[in-house]
């Protein structure tokens, strides 16, 4: 069983914003840290931006100041609002929950960004 599902993916204009989410289940989420990937065609998945349980952020340098990652550990729930979308952000994002010696991904959503 998957316990991450990605949503909010989807087609936007450059310069445009979206929100993508990440619901978690069967785990204590609070616990783990919580991340976002992306993966172009013909590219490795690179880390765009991850929180801790307690927090503490950090994001590639391309996406800083364009995107936010956030969580509610209430309803075991990632975002990552992204603003000031490029062409070069397209690609299928993952997110990604680890915490010991434990790693689940969900399944991905895809973000394309048209100029």
């Known amino acids: 069983q998957v316990p991450l599902v990605a949503s909010g993916g989807g087609l936007v204009q450059a310069g445009g914003p979206l929100r993508l989410s990440c619901a978690a289940s069967?785990?204590?989420?609070?616990?783990?840290?919580m991340a976002w990937y992306r993966q172009s065609s013909g590219k490795q998945r690179d880390l765009v931006a991850q929180?801790?349980?307690?927090?503490?952020?950090n994001y590639a340098d391309s996406v800083k100041g364009r995107f936010t990652v956030s969580r509610d550990n209430a309803e075991n729930t990632v975002y990552l609002e992204m603003i000031s979308l490029k062409p070069e952000d397209t690609a299928l994002y993952y997110c990604?929950?680890?915490?010991?010696?434990?790693?689940?991904w969900g399944q991905g959503t895809q973000v394309t960004v048209s100029s």
């Open positions: 929180i801790t349980g307690g927090g503490s952020t």
């Open positions: 990604r929950a680890t915490w010991a010696a434990r790693n689940y």
């Open positions: 069967g785990i204590i989420f609070s616990r783990y840290t």
